[in-house]
């Protein structure tokens, strides 16, 4: 997760740290911190918006194994239960793929009665007519084999790009449908991962003018989408989750495609600049997932504030290919909200139309919520710190008032703290950690106290809440562990990264 803590007047947003040239290493893994002080003027001062980073190359680690196990779900039952529903999906797939390219007679009927079957043993309905339409889109994903060679591929098939986006917009809805359907299962699905109504388009609430193939959203999910605010003090609006179209505030991840594998650099460059407007529009964003599909090679990405890392190739030409790519999605619908890179502590209160930030509790003080309506620094960098400020009260608002028409929403509330959530460079032991912000504000606190003269120029942290590392509860165990970009990946993943890999 995010590192949160509160930092005074004029707090600069993030900034890269400089190292010296050294031979690859596994970089140090990043932790979250969390602060929680006064405001030291009546009104924060709200930093001018970043400029765009010029020049530096950004470096990806493709061929990372495991990275669809960092969506691996945390209870047993739910990692049995997605184990069963990917199974099943590529038994479907495998024997659809399979009558297809034998060409019996009566091609049509035959797949409809294997869907038939597969329904009736697996799913609620038995409506083939959804999945069958669906298949018969998504083919050209799935070049036809005659005696183990290829007949044809979404390359030679199509003369434009634009000719796989509904093919792919298939393909993720009959995976969707399929989970969606199934019943026989010890657990079911958090959620559903679908893409939006159309492609090839710019998303409603984006700054910039680009357009993105495919945007990936996640169907009843409610805890994940915080309001926008892109830009750093906006007041926070309820989002519109009927949209058709792409909203950066509600949008999973993002799918880039490309005729050609020689492409496969550009499609990554072009997924990291439109990632990167996710986390200035989702406040609650801890890391960020996208994906890549050139010709029938899709990699899956997992990007985090010191790390990008693309996944082996999954091809959909071959059956192991088509099954990786059916795991990825069914580990989206099964696991935790953490998992998907959303923040558990830091929701959205729709009745009062404000962020709620839970703080971690102490031995002697309960978890506290704290509500905000004002975003001071948000995330805009792909990489970094990723800091974000918010102007809190531990008092929860009223609905804002419409009739007050000389005050915005965030102006009706009064803020006296401020939240400054960020990803740190930091040591294993917390009493090594020489940089640790809550510790230092701390010693600031307990000297100044009582010293009148300086009041009101410092940052004090509050008593009443828990500032410095943060952990997360495991959903399975309920156990605590620390937010680090090590255990974001797990142990697996974050052992493969170094400081080498494709300069984009």
Known sequence: MHNSSSGGSGEPSFSGHTRKEEP???????????????????????????????????????????????????????????????????????????????????????????????????ARSTNQARLYSLFQQLQLLIPIEENGERKDSPQVLVAVESKMYEPAKALIGFISECIRLQTKLKAQPKRLIEPFEKVDTSPVDSEHSWRVDIAMRCRSMSDTSLSPSTSGHSAVKEPNQGLSRPNVANTFAYIELKRHVKDTNEAYAQLFRYTKEIYAAQHNRRFAWGMIMCN?????????????????????????????????????????????????????????????????????????????????????????????????????????DPSDKQRKPHQQMKCDSIVKDSWVEAPEDPAEDTRDEARHLSVITEKLQNVSSVRGMYPRLRDDCQSGRVHLTDPATGNLYEDTSNTVLGETVWSQLDESGTAL
Not at 324 to 337: E, P, Q
Not at 343 to 364: L, M, R
């Open 24 to 122: 690859p290493r596994t970089p140090v893994s990043t932790k979250r911190t969390m602060e929680i002080s006064a405001l030291v003027t009546p009104e924060a001062k709200r930093p001018k918006k970043s400029d765009k980073s010029k020049g530096k190359a950004t470096y990806l680690k493709p061929d990372i194994r495991g990275i669809a196990n960092v969506a691996l779900a945390s209870s047993p039952t739910a990692k049995g239960a997605a184990t069963q529903t990917t199974n099943s999906i590529s038994k479907l797939v495998e024997a659809l793929v399979r009558c297809r390219d034998s060409k019996p007679d009566g091609y049509a009927e035959k797949s409809k009665q294997i869907i038939q079957r597969w329904l009736k043993n697996n």
């Open 296 to 400: 029938t090679i899709v990699n899956a990405c997992v990007f985090g504030p010191n790390y990008a890392a693309a996944s082996e190739d999954m091809d959909l030409a071959t059956a192991a290919g088509r099954k990786d790519f059916i795991r990825l999605f069914v580990n989206w619908s099964f696991c935790d909200s953490c998992k998907l890179g959303y923040d558990p502590a830091i929701s959205y209160d729709y009745s009062s139309q404000c962020i709620v930030i839970q703080s971690e509790p102490t031995a002697g003080n309960p978890s506290k919520a704290l509500y905000s309506r004002e975003v001071l620094i948000c995330a805009e960098r792909m990489f970094g710190r990723h800091t974000r400020c918010f102007a809190v009260s531990a008092n929860k608002p009223p609905p804002p």
